[in-house]
């Protein structure tokens, strides 16, 4: 099939198309199947993707896809509150077969979330602005320096609003951020503060929505990785990490100036109660590949009021160049390879832990 992502594990291929079964493997009840909104709940979205790599390989790229998508819709209050990466006590599930190689190759004009040369094609963009460094449950991640971004750095935030294209697009007012806004996934670490997971799929913007009952309220939040990197080879991390959500009145959601109009940390927790994951209805089994928010109109936005971004704005453009070999290696990128994922990152259960957000006090321009 042209511009498939093929996983071939034990002589068995897969296209993307069956990238999520339309229902769970064994031993996921059907009560833990769909949580609110379609989404699977923390513990058992990771227990099922263990149990695909130890009984349905074939499928364990698709469930990359299909894990960062939807971790971080689920959640409770906790996440609203503090936004941690927690540990759903599913590591021995994910875990479960150790030895497991998944093999994917490539055909066609696409690459893989996973291919190496996520860790290639970006670092001469960030490495004049922050720190490349090896995490005991991330590995491979790097960090925007202070001085470039502020101390109170949050992706999806600072430094760029939302427009519309045909779907929600970050606009990005740092120079690099065409790559660690399109590409990749953001976690927030210890002693690190935000850090990017290197990813090679191109997404208007890699978070989840939400979005209030009565459609008042919209928030997002980083979708979270669903893998790692280590000696240059992905892995499953092991654990679902969970980023804080930040809301506003649906109406702000364009802003010109986003951050002073959101409330987060202790305020978003009132409102997230209120709101429910937003996922978007699709014609084929499974949730799409890339995040999708809710529809203007859906919020009450009349088409009027929507901002379009400039699809000759030199950084959109750049980034959906990076998206295609077809594009991208003209400009430097490497070819897609044949590669690895490994069914865990580290040796070790790693439960990691996460400080409150600085809290900032939602105030108008």
Not at 32 to 40: F, Q, S, V
Not at 206 to 212: C, I, L, Q
Not at 353 to 362: F, I, K, L, N, Y
């Amino acid at each position: 099939m042209p511009g498939a992502v093929h996983l071939v594990v034990n002589r068995r291929r897969a296209t993307i198309e069956d990238r999520h079964p339309a229902t769970m493997p064994r031993g996921v009840t059907r009560s833990e199947r769909l949580g609110a909104g379609g989404t699977l709940p923390g513990r058992a979205m990771v227990r099922a993707l263990g149990m695909v790599l130890s009984r349905r390989p074939r499928l364990a790229f698709a469930s990359l896809a299909f894990a960062s998508g939807v971790v971080g819709a689920m959640g409770s209050p906790s996440v609203a509150r503090a936004g941690g990466p927690t540990d759903d006590g599913a590591s021995e599930d994910v875990l479960s077969n150790p030895d497991q190689e998944a093999q994917v190759a490539v055909s066609g004009d696409v690459y893989a979330d996973t291919d190496p040369s996520a860790l290639t094609d970006f670092q001469p963009v960030l490495e004049p602005y922050g720190n490349w460094a090896d995490d005991p449950a991330y590995g491979t991640v790097w960090t925007p320096n202070p001085d470039e971004v502020g101390a109170d750095f949050e992706p999806y935030l600072s430094g760029g609003h939302w427009g519309y294209d045909d779907d929600y697009v970050w606009v990005s007012d740092y120079s690099w951020g065409w790559a660690a806004f399109h590409y990749g996934r953001w976690a927030w670490l210890p002693g690190r503060g935000w850090a990017w997971i290197p990813g090679r799929q191109y997404a208007n913007a890699w978070v989840t929505w939400r979005v209030g009952d009565d459609s008042a309220y919209v928030g997002w939040a980083p979708a979270p990785p669903a893998w790692g990197w280590r000696d240059g080879v992905a892995g499953l991390l092991g654990f679902a990490s969970r980023e804080p959500f930040v809301f506003c009145p649906s109406s702000e959601v364009f802003a010109p100036s986003i951050a002073p109009r959101v409330v987060r940390g202790e305020p978003a927790a009132a409102v997230f109660p209120r709101t429910r994951p937003y996922v978007r209805a699709s014609p084929v089994v499974g949730p799409p590949l890339t995040p999708s928010g809710p529809p203007p109109a859906l919020l009450g936005i009349e088409a009027a009021h929507i901002p379009r971004v400039v699809r000759n704005d030199p950084n959109l453009v750049r980034a959906r160049q990076f998206a295609r070999p077809s594009t991208a290696l003209a400009l430097g990128a490497r070819a897609p390879v044949a590669h690895v994922v490994r069914p865990r990152l580290v040796t070790r259960t790693y439960v990691p832990q996460r400080a409150a957000p600085r809290q900032v006090p939602a105030r108008r321009k």
